[in-house]
């Protein structure tokens, strides 16, 4: 059981300092925690559009307040804040977590306090981490996780976590991909993104629809067949991810592209493309892959082709039938690619 809200901001309590920013966190402990807090001002950042209507919906239902606001980097929310709570679980990713720690620092006002909730009793990973970063840091923990808090020193260069990787073309250079925390395919192109280059048939000329786009690799790879003729949309719901996908199709030469940050595939125009890229995640209980599969129908236009990459195919593929009859699936490395047209 995790341990409840109170129980983790009873050692802070004394602390806190408002302007607050709450960095990241699932959307109905955000909401728990804006509650607990009742301070004025309280800011909550998310990386991903999608998160942020949820959390406002979560404000809502409970009868809070607060200003939800989205950006790629922590330090661009407007502050400064007397303090930053990052609430973290004990199975989310490493380098994010290193990486909000690491931007809080430049949000917050001098003496300001960053204050980690964990839900991992006797954390480990943080305290070092805290203590490398901010100099000092402070900790108590219990049976129902533990909290950490160290206040801002001295001015830090700022970092980003980047990992760059190759691509391999064939009869081609190969691309370098920029990835960051936060955004899929983090240090590497996985193997379903390379079963879907494999299978997806791109022509010259076509309009190409990236749906859930990550760093961008996929449609960068399909903006590269399609030529100078084609053009390449890509889209996300990550605003972290957007902007990847927007510095990496500007290095690999691409010129006719956009990007668009959308939590449900709203803004873009109907039956406007000729191929459509997804490799959906595998959480959500496909309610990501129904909403993937749903926007390609409505976007494609007539003859329009769907490829979407899964390991769940006994799970997809009722919904691409659903929405667009009869498919052929193809199997690389380990997964199903499914081709569908309008």
């Known amino acids: 059981m995790r341990p409840s809200v109170g129980e983790l901001l009873a050692a802070v309590r004394r602390r806190r300092r408002p302007p607050v920013l709450i960095a990241l ?7 728990e925690l804006v509650a607990e807090l009742a301070l004025p001002d309280t800011v909550c950042y998310q990386m991903d559009l999608f998160q942020a209507d949820r959390l406002r919906a979560e404000l809502v239902e409970a009868g809070q ?25 004990a199975h989310g990713e490493r380098e994010l977590k290193r990486d909000m720690v690491e931007q809080a620092h430049h949000v917050l006002q001098p003496g300001g306090q960053l204050a980690v909730l964990s839900d991992v009793p006797r954390d480990q990973f943080f305290p070092p981490l805290l203590k490398k970063t901010y100099g000092k840091v402070a900790q108590e923990s219990g049976e129902s996780g533990t909290v950490l808090w160290s206040p801002r020193g001295d001015d830090k260069p700022r970092r980003r976590h980047e990992i760059s990787y190759h691509v391999r073309r064939p009869d081609a250079n190969s691309l370098v991909i920029v990835s960051r925390p936060g955004v899929f395919s983090y240090g590497r192109l996985d193997d379903g993104a390379r079963a879907l280059t494999e299978v997806m ?48 199709a ?25 191929v459509a ?18 926007g390609a129908r409505r976007l494609l236009r007539p003859g329009g082709r769907l490829y979407l990459v899964t390991r769940q195919a006994d799970l997809i593929k009722p919904i691409v039938h659903e929405h667009f009859g009869r498919s052929e699936m193809r199997l690389r490395r380990d997964y199903a690619v499914y081709l569908a047209k309008k």
């Open 25 to 31: 966190g699932s959307p109905r402990r955000t909401a």
């Open 201 to 248: 048939d791109i022509r010259h000329g076509d309009a190409l629809l990236d749906i859930g786009c990550g760093t961008g690799a996929v449609g960068i790879l399909a903006g590269l067949r399609a030529g100078e003729s084609g053009s390449v949309t890509f889209v996300d719901s990550n605003t972290r991810a957007v902007a990847l996908a927007e510095l990496n």
């Open 65 to 89: 307040t607060a200003t939800v606001t989205t950006a790629a980097d922590l330090w661009d929310v407007p502050g400064p804040f007397g303090a930053v709570l990052l609430p973290a679980i």
């Open 250 to 274: 500007k290095a690999a030469g691409l010129t006719n592209y956009k990007t668009v940050a959308a939590a449900r595939l709203d803004g873009l125009p109907e039956s406007a493309f000729d």
């Open 277 to 294: 890229l997804a490799n959906p995640p595998y959480y959500a209980q496909q309610s990501i892959a129904r909403l993937f599969v749903e």
